[in-house]
């Protein structure tokens, strides 16, 4: 038998589903996956507290394949998991929809002035004039990363008849490469990242690329806060170059009451809610996991495996 072990709260999605040869240990605390960890084989260790994965993850000696639902890796502990062979499967794809209507209504949000709106109600006003007159269609945008949530961005984003360019490093039409977007800044109106978090993309994102942006251009971060020279764009914003940023990311998270990026009026802050905005996520992690369970025991390359190398 291979063990596995997982989260309890999954326990109702697996039931009657788990092929023979697959024998589940379900854990409710952190406290229990400390327990149970040195018997995975097969380890689904997802917790709130990045922290207790680690160590979770450092006490599976055994552990053969790791699953997450998170699609960002930063927090694992790579270089263990290389040195003892293990395979990382990640939820890279799963919230791509969600993530992507996010940077949408992020998008017309700003555009149309929504957020004035809301508050005019809240203040019982009727407006005479829309408080955002951007239109989408005939604007501008670069995605930087193109994976899942970059191409299901470009798709939707094609409906509103927005020109779309995308980074990606293999080229191809519509497409600059990573040597080349920087120089282009100024030419978008809504830069939009969706990167992997890495040593690469850290603070790819400071002031000089802030500077370079196009006056009253909107910065959207779906990919994490560190990416963006969080105290660079607090200055660019209040300079209006960008005009707006619309924040799902921050660093750091939760973002403390009196941090001063609350107070920047041109900054939309959202509390990464974007992957949560959804009822499907474990719905469509189960069904990739299951999936992988006859690759993993054929020894075929999984679905959506990470490179421990990239960290992607």
């Not at 038998?1 to 952190?30: C, K, Q, W, Y």
């Not at 960002?72 to 992507?100: K, S």
């Amino acid at each position: 038998m291979t063990v596995l072990v997982m989260n309890a709260m999954a326990a109702p999605l697996l039931e009657g589903r788990l092929p023979d040869g697959i024998e589940p240990r379900f854990f409710r605390s952190a406290d229990e996956l400390f327990a149970l960890a040195p018997q995975a084989e097969i380890g689904w260790f997802d917790l709130y507290q990045p922290g207790g994965m680690d160590k979770a993850i450092r006490l599976a000696t055994k552990l053969k394949w790791l699953n997450s639902v998170y699609a960002g890796v930063d927090f694992f502990p790579l270089d263990v998991l290389r040195e003892r062979g293990v395979i990382l499967t990640n939820g890279t794809g799963i919230n791509a929809i969600t993530i992507a209507e996010y940077v949408v209504m992020g998008m017309l949000t700003v555009a149309k002035g929504y957020r004035e709106v809301v508050r005019a109600q809240d203040r019982h006003e009727w407006l005479l004039d829309s408080p955002g007159k951007v239109e989408l269609s005939g604007s501008r945008a670069l995605i930087v990363g193109y994976g899942a949530i970059g191409q299901r961005v470009e798709r939707m984003l094609q409906g509103f008849e927005v020109d779309v360019v995308k980074v990606r490093r293999s080229g191809g039409e519509g497409t600059l490469g990573p040597g080349q977007w920087r120089a282009q800044l100024g030419t978008f109106d809504w830069i939009i990242l969706a990167v992997p978090a890495t040593q690469e993309t850290e603070g790819m994102i400071g002031a000089a690329e802030i500077a370079a942006m196009k006056p009253g251009s909107t910065l959207i971060n779906v990919a994490r806060g560190s990416v963006v020279d969080q105290d660079a764009l607090i200055a660019g914003l209040k300079a209006g170059r960008p005009g707006h940023a619309f924040l799902d990311v921050v660093t750091p998270e939760p973002l403390p009451p009196e941090h001063p990026l609350w107070s920047v009026p041109n900054a939309h802050v959202t509390s990464h809610l974007s992957g949560r905005a959804q009822t499907r996520m474990f719905e469509r992690s189960i069904k990739r996991f299951l999936d992988n369970i006859p690759r993993f025991r054929s020894g075929d390359p999984l679905l959506a495996q990470v490179d421990l190398v990239r960290g992607y």
